[in-house]
Every structure is written in C-alpha cells, then in structure tokens.
C-alpha cells in the first residue's frame, strides 16, 4: 500500500514471517529511497537498517505477520517495524545487528508494548547538491 | 546466494555469491562447516556477495570460530567494499586474516 500525506510518502506492507520475503521489504525501501533522490550508498544504508529490522522481527515475534512501514518526508527515511511477539533472539546476531543499525541509522529505538515488539528506525538522505555543483 | 567450494589438502577456498541474509545465512553456515570439517585453513571469497546482514556475518563467525578450534585460520581472500564496511561496524575485520597478511 502506498499512500502520500503531508508531504510523506509512506509504503505499508504486511507479510508472513518468512525471512525469503524480507528481500521484498529491502526491494521496496530502495525503490522508495530512490524516489527520494538519495545516492547509491545511502541507499544500500537504508537496505540494510530495512533487513535488520525485518529479520529481527521474524526471528523475535509469535508466528505472526510483520508489520512494516516505510515513510520518507524530505531528507528524513523512517522504518517503523512492528510483530506480536517477545524478543526471544540469538543475542549475538542481535548485538551485531544493533551495532549496525547505530552504523547505518541516525536512530534506532526498540519498544516492547502490549505484546508487541516494534522497531522505529530514522536515516536521513543527503540534501541535494546544488545546481552547478 | 551460491557458495563453491575448491578444497586442497591444507587449506580450503570457499567463494560466496549472491545475498547472505535471514534466508540464506543457515545454508551458509552449514556449507563453511562442512567444507572446514578436515580442519583446513579456510580461505573466504566474499567478492561475489551483493547483500550481508548480521545473520550472514554471524555465520561468517560460526565458521571462523570452528576453523580455530581446530587449530586453523581464516583469510578473507576477497571482499566488497559493503563486506569490508560491515565487518568494520562490527570489528569483526579482526577475526579475519586478510590476504595480504596471511
């Protein structure tokens, strides 16, 4: 589901917790990150903070489907991840996991709620160049 | 992902093609295991790995950590400046011999 408001356009998916479908959600956020303008590299950042997060979910919620929703509102890429679920996870593919989302994000913050888990993630777009540069 | 295995009888070379995520990093981890069972030096050819993530590199540990304990080393052969910038992030550039050091 795409939809645009106040100036953010926002892509929403619901997906099984099957970790061959985390590529889509990767698919998605570079084609929205590219919409955005944003190079190569920030791209493949946003990929990655886009796979952590998935891969966390599935690997940590109850068999329920992974709630995913990419916005990008100017230079500002947010990934908001979301499973019913505890965090039952191999702790050392988590600490690497953390160690690259705080290498490829602005921000990253887990809240656990309400028998949800839910990953919020912000990375930001270079601003564009200006004319003639 | 696809992973070749070209095995001598002192060290054993693994190239790694593809994307090495949540869905394939288990099928990762058992092909290293495997090909480092004869306690050989592994050598590692990441040059072909368009994706990583933390499950590809904690299957890159699970196999570096089995190599030693049986004695061995592991050399990162080749690598992409995404493997190098993500081993880097989580310093397990340190696990690896490069090959130019090794």
Redesign the interface.
């Known amino acids: 589901l795409v939809a645009e408001d106040d100036g953010a356009t926002t892509v929403s998916m619901v997906f099984p917790p099957q970790p061959r479908l985390v590529r889509m959600a990767r698919l998605a956020s570079s084609a929205l990150a590219a919409v955005g303008g944003a190079d190569v590299d920030t791209i493949d950042d946003i990929k990655i903070a886009v796979d952590e997060v998935c891969a966390s979910l599935i690997e940590a919620g109850n068999g329920s489907d992974v709630r995913v929703a990419l916005s990008l509102a100017g230079e500002r890429f947010e990934i908001v991840g979301a499973t019913s679920g505890g965090l039952d996870v191999d702790p050392e593919r988590f600490e690497l996991s953390r160690q690259i989302l705080r290498a490829v994000a602005e921000r990253h913050e887990l809240t656990m709620a309400d028998g949800d888990v839910r990953f919020t993630v912000t990375c930001l777009l270079p601003p564009p160049e200006p004319d003639g540069a | 992902m696809s992973v070749t295995v070209n095995e001598g009888p002192d060290r054993v070379l693994v190239a790694v093609a593809g994307?090495i995520?949540?869905?394939s990093s288990a099928s990762l981890e058992a092909a290293l295991l495997d090909a480092v069972r004869g306690g050989q030096h592994l050598d590692l050819d990441l040059s072909g790995v368009r994706?990583l993530?933390?499950?590809g590199?904690?299957a890159l540990?699970v196999a570096q950590q089995a190599v030693v304990a049986q004695g061995g080393r592991v050399t990162l052969a080749q690598s992409t400046p995404?493997v190098d910038r993500?081993l880097e992030?989580?310093?397990?550039d340190t696990l690896f011999l490069t090959s130019g050091s090794a």
Do not use: N, Y
């Open positions: 994307e995520d949540t869905a994706f993530d933390s499950s590199l904690r540990v995404l993500l992030i989580t310093g397990l």
